[in-house]
């Protein structure tokens, strides 16, 4: 069932019947991709495989090419103030679900962050064709722009900021 066909948002941090998954490179990802692209599926949250394609796509490129979001002022100082341990539970514990998709709602919103959310109409082609085009672009980048949360990051954090990314939103991913 494609998540359009539900009369009310689902709670995402309630969800039960999620995948656990873990990636440990980008080819890791490429090869749950190509498995999920082959296999009929069912998406457990809020959005369909290609929106969820496409906001993976569109937080990648933001390494790449920059971006206009930033979390609001007070969140920022919290994020500077416990940057260690906050980079240990999203980088190596992983994320959790049930962060509001319209973007930042602690302490106030984010509303450019829209520009990371997919359109409600993509298509599970056209979301993954955006995906492969930003996993390409930013395999292939040699310089990468700061994280907006965590400042001037090495590449293997970007690459582990992105694994845990694309695990939180494909656990929502089942093959039937």
Known sequence: MRPENRSLPVDTKHVSQRRKLRFESLADLDAEIERLTA?????LGNWSLGQIFSHLARVMLTAVDGTTVRPPLPLRVLAFCFRPLLKWRLLEAGMP??????GFRVFGTVPQASELVADAGVTDEAGLTELRTAIER???????FPHPGFGNIPRR??????L?????HLSFVVPK
């Open 164 to 168: 845990r990314h694309a695990e939180l």
């Open 97 to 102: 679900a049930g962060l509001p998709h319209q």
């Open 157 to 162: 954090d970007w690459d582990r900021f992105h």
């Open 39 to 43: 296999a009929d599926v069912v998406c």
């Open 138 to 144: 930013y395999k292939s980048a040699d310089k990468l």
